[in-house]
């Protein structure tokens, strides 16, 4: 069972950076495509950025495009999410995603297997 812990959220200011941490636990041997999907107040969970093995394939949502870095640390089993420019739009719980590496679009929720507890970020501006 693989199992994802989150880190790095917070109050931020607007204009700020950060880096999200997602820790990775029993995925053995397994390729995960890894992903993060974050669910503002009273809205529906959406992609933010993810990655697709073979390859990697790397995709962003419009929304972050141009200010998001997804990396993946394979030595220490973790996935970092580098948000810059933060605006109050960006204020949400982001959640960590895995799944065994498959050939279906990263932005699809229901396609993937593990998910995080969930960091809390809100930008104050």
């Known amino acids: 069972q693989v199992q994802l812990v989150e880190s790095g959220g917070g109050l931020v200011q607007a204009g700020d950076s950060l880096r999200l941490s997602c820790a990775a636990s029993?995925?053995?041997?397994?390729?995960?495509?890894m992903g993060w999907f974050r669910q503002a107040p009273g809205k529906e969970r959406e992609f933010v950025a993810g990655?697709?093995?073979?390859?990697?394939?790397?995709h962003y949502s419009n929304s972050v495009e141009g200010r998001c870095t997804i990396s993946e640390d394979n030595a220490k089993n973790t996935a970092y999410l580098h948000l810059n420019s933060l605006r109050d739009a960006d204020t949400a719980v982001y959640y960590c995603?895995?799944?065994?590496?498959?050939?279906?679009?990263?932005?699809?929720?229901?396609?993937?297997?593990?998910w995080g507890q969930g960091a809390r970020v809100t930008v104050s501006s």
């Open positions: 995603a895995a799944r065994p590496s498959r050939y279906v679009p990263l932005m699809r929720a229901e396609t993937w297997s593990y």
């Open positions: 029993g995925a053995g041997d397994s390729i995960l495509d």
């Open positions: 990655v697709r093995w073979p390859g990697p394939s790397i």
